[in-house]
């Protein structure tokens, strides 16, 4: 079983960057893949990066060239630097760990990008 708490989230303006943090706890992180998901208000889930438990990486399309995801498998964290931000990209931002028949979410934090 793992547990992920994210942190990070808040206001921003547009134009302005934020990194996201996720710690997880409870299983052997480097065997993970991991990823950020977002889920903006009345909208559908989405994903937005991931990186896989060999560091392959791969983005949703808005976030291309503006957001990075990385990993630090010694302190068991994941990362989403934000730069750029766009009020379309407000939203509540989630953590994923999966392998195998393991699936885990975080709660959650909120993104909110002004104009």
Known sequence: QVRLVESGGGLVEAGGSLRLA???SGSIFSILNMG???QAPGKQHKS???????GSTNYEDS???RFT?????????VYLQMNSLKPE???TYYC?????PLDAWG???????SS
């Open 48 to 54: 937005v990066a991931i990186i896989t438990k060999g």
């Open 89 to 91: 990209d407000t939203a």
């Open 36 to 38: 950020w998901y977002r």
């Open 96 to 100: 994923r760990a999966w392998d195998g």
């Open 69 to 77: 995801i990385s990993r630090v498998d010694a302190k068991n964290m």
């Open 63 to 65: 976030a291309k060239g």
């Open 107 to 113: 709660q959650g934090t909120l993104v909110t990008v």
């Open 22 to 24: 996720c710690v997880a």
